[in-house]
């Protein structure tokens, strides 16, 4: 099912809770609406699933305007952040509910109720109670209630967030093998970036109710659109400058740092006098003693202020300028001598890796 929303707008009182968004969602994919806290994601899923009504805008199910249509008639599945789950009944009687509201036969109920809990590998549970699962097990359940009635559309808010981190990541990548395996069209609502990357095919990113930027995961990460994004998808070192001069025909242009004249790629959209922010990945940077003068190389000097073990990467705060730190992640840090702090080192990072964009 594609689904299409047109410049929707959402108020609550004075608050305008989502300001202008058109979205176009493709059939079978998982698209997700990522954003901080109130930034008005859940409100635009709650919009696509007829819990509420836009004041501005429309939205269709393929071809169908479905703004009048009541959410029980759209053919939905949604699972809820706190997984409103029955605590009285039994798993089955959790997942048969809205089976037995549309009057299917007892049979029906039956193969229905099993053949979507062996789906969500809950066979065996069906005589439990939510009480005696685990919450992994209780986000199955709530998964299965919404697919038993093999929705067009499944909607998904914030639902691994009350998981501990082991069993998110699992409990995540049973999401995405089974969306794929139904082609279901689905849109998932999460703050959490890591998952966001992980499980979708794109993602939009909302903040303050507005449209920041949609695109792939790889899209995001790699050539984010504006600061917020830069900022918001993963860790980003954000240098801010001026441009010198425009594209030198290879995609580069100069900027004017506190730290001297950087080079940095441009998605073209920087000119003369432009601010603008130098976007640097700490995996993408290197660390050393000594200054290097590679072609192709911009390095600044700095001063170690942190050191952080996270495993397979030794993370370091270089400190570049007044109150300025540069995050590098050594990868695979086996034989890796750790610099002391206040050891006097140099940041260098490609220009092939570095992204400039607008300040503003």
């Known amino acids: 099912m594609n689904i299409r929303l047109e410049n929707i707008v959402k108020r609550f009182g004075s608050l305008e809770a989502v300001s202008s968004v058109s979205l176009d969602i493709k059939d079978g994919e998982l698209f997700t609406l990522l954003g901080p806290s109130g930034c008005g994601k859940t409100t635009i899923l709650r919009l696509i699933g007829g819990f509420h009504k836009p004041d501005q805008g429309e939205i269709f199910f393929g071809e169908k305007k479905v703004n009048p249509i009541p959410p029980y008639e759209r053919n939905i599945g949604m699972v809820f952040q706190n997984y409103a789950l029955w605590p009285h009944m039994t798993i089955f009687d959790n997942v048969a509910y809205g089976l037995k509201l549309k009057k299917f036969s007892r049979k029906e109920i039956g193969d229905k109720v099993l053949q979507t809990l062996n789906l969500v590998n809950l066979k065996g549970l069906e005589q439990r109670y939510p009480g005696q699962l685990s919450g992994g097990q209780q986000q199955r359940v709530a998964l299965a209630r919404a697919l038993v009635l093999n929705p067009d559309v499944l909607l998904l808010d914030e639902p691994l967030s009350n998981l501990d981190a082991k069993i998110r990541i699992q409990v995540r990548a049973e999401i995405r093998k089974l969306q794929k395996e139904l082609g279901i069209t689905t849109i998932y609502v999460t703050h959490d970036q890591e998952e966001a990357l992980t499980l979708s095919d794109r993602i939009a990113v909302i ?86 003068a590679e072609e192709g190389l911009n390095c600044i000097p ?36 750790p610099y002391p702090l206040g050891e006097k080192v140099y940041v260098s990072f490609p220009v092939k890796t570095s992204l400039g964009i607008p300040a503003q």
């Open 207 to 292: 903040n303050l109710g507005k449209l920041q930027q949609i695109g792939t995961p790889l899209d995001l990460y790699e050539k984010p659109e504006c600061p917020f994004v830069a900022d918001f998808i993963g860790i980003n070192n954000l240098i801010p400058g001026e441009v010198q001069g425009g594209s030198d025909g290879e995609g580069r242009v100069k900027v004017k740092t506190e730290f001297g004249v950087l080079t940095s790629l441009t998605s073209g959209r920087l000119k003369t006098s432009d601010k603008c922010l130098i976007c640097v990945r700490p995996e993408t940077a290197a660390i050393s003693p000594s200054a290097c």
């Open 302 to 337: 700095g001063a170690v202020s942190f050191a952080s073990y996270i495993g397979n990467t030794v993370r370091y705060d270089v400190e570049i300028g007044q109150g300025f730190l540069f995050k590098v992640d050594v990868q695979n840090p086996w034989d890796h001598k």
